[in-house]
């Protein structure tokens, strides 16, 4: 829980970063002649390409070439999706178990009692076939394909440019802080706290680290929706349009690969 915890607070910090950088005006139009480095040029710029083809294929429309370009690259990543949720779901029937051992090793902090609830939490891992890391590798895989997608609709040209292919049913995909911004705004962040509800396991109450993770959890429940508005409403409206998409997808995921009831305890 701490290290997933960690990674959500490090993908909040990342979004965060790259919304200042946007909202600061430095945003340059990605082309293959003004793409740099590696990233650009291996992650972003196929991207902007991808949307690119889907745009002229559907008749010149942004708005539907970003919708379709990000069913695509969810459902491509789908098999890790799923991957960590049968690893969140796997832990989650474990839990008791890993609740009486802290509990037999409650109050001793000597080294050996320490190593030794290590030792036998491996062993436990080892019995039910669980890979602790299992749950945050898939996280970790995903995390460069969304920031560089998240870049690659931020940076098109047609958004940055302004130019009149931005328009989606009376929408312009390229503004700022106008009325459809605040609608996307609001549909984000109700459906990041949907979503969120979804995806956060019960936990066990009763020992003060898990009555601890439960608060935060609760915490980032609130925050990540009020962050998703603040973003979407000072972003170009392109990339309200790419969240709501997403939210909407990673929901249907959450409720295909719904995480098992925890069963009683081994």
């Known amino acids: 829980m701490k ?25 340059v139009a990605l082309t293959p002649e003004t793409a740099s480095g590696f990233w650009e040029r291996i992650f972003v710029l196929p991207l902007i390409q991808f949307i690119e083809w889907l745009y002229n294929f559907l008749g010149h429309n942004l708005g539907f070439a970003i919708i379709l370009a990000t069913l695509i690259v969810r459902v491509v990543l789908m098999p890790l999706f ?27 902090k000597d080294p050996e009692s320490q190593q030794k609830m290590q030792m036998e939490t491996m062993e436990l891992y080892k019995k039910h076939k669980i890979n602790p890391m299992a749950g ?5 895989l995903q995390m460069p394909i969304f920031m560089a997608f998240f870049q690659a609709i931020n940076r098109h040209p047609l958004i940055v440019d302004m130019e009149q292919g931005a328009n989606f049913f009376g929408m ?5 802080m106008s009325v459809p911004n605040y609608v996307l705004g609001v549909l984000v962040a109700l459906l990041t706290f949907l979503s969120q509800r979804l995806m ?31 973003m979407v409403i000072g972003m170009p409206a392109a990339m309200g349009l790419y969240f709501l998409t997403g939210n909407i997808v990673q929901m249907v995921q959450s409720l295909v690969f719904k995480r098992p009831a925890a069963g009683p305890t081994i």
Do not use: H, W
């Open 3 to 27: 290290r997933k915890l960690s990674l959500l607070a490090s993908v909040s910090f990342s979004m965060m970063f790259l919304a200042g950088c946007a909202a600061a005006g430095t945003r």
């Open 82 to 108: 799923a991957a960590s949720q049968k690893s969140a779901a796997s832990m989650q029937l474990v839990q008791p178990e890993i609740e009486r051992l802290k509990k037999k090793y409650e109050g001793k």
């Open 136 to 140: 945050c590798l898939p996280l970790l």
């Open 172 to 176: 312009d995909l390229s503004a700022t």
């Open 200 to 230: 956060t396991p019960k936990q066990t109450p009763g020992s003060q680290s898990n009555k601890t993770a439960n608060t935060t959890m609760k915490v980032m429940n609130y925050y990540m929706p009020f962050m998703m508005f603040s």
